[in-house]
């Protein structure tokens, strides 16, 4: 794992501002259906099944943002091997997608996973 730093974040975190609305769903001309799951079904497996199934490359190489200033490289299947510990209930939204952009992931603090494709 490794952190992005400086103007290349603040970059991207605008760019994905663009991606939502103002009430927070994002933007359905640039993404298809937005499925989603609670983050805390009693079978964390479940979710984490739920969560593979989305994403084939699991090798893939994703980027987890925080804020604009806070996030990591690392790849798909560190990130649900370690889900819990990217992911604070109550706390952190956060947003998760490959350098291609062609997917996002979304966590929302109470608990909720989004995912949709870009168009």
Known sequence: MRTVIGGKLTELWYELLGWHEKDG???????AETESIL??????E????????????????ILIIWDKQTSIFTTWDIFL?????FC?????????LPL???WIL????????FFARRR
Do not use: M
């Not at 479940?46 to 190489?61: I, P, T």
């Not at 091997?81 to 510990?85: G, L, M, T, V």
């Open 25 to 31: 769903r994002l933007k359905s001309a640039l993404f």
């Open 39 to 44: 983050a805390e079904e009693p079978e964390q």
């Open 46 to 61: 479940q979710v984490k099944n739920w969560l593979r199934s989305r994403v084939s490359n699991q090798e893939q190489s």
């Open 81 to 85: 091997k370690w889900i819990d510990d």
């Open 88 to 96: 604070y209930p109550g706390s952190d939204d956060i947003t998760i």
């Open 100 to 102: 291609s952009k062609e």
């Open 106 to 113: 979304k966590y929302h603090h109470e608990e909720y996973f």
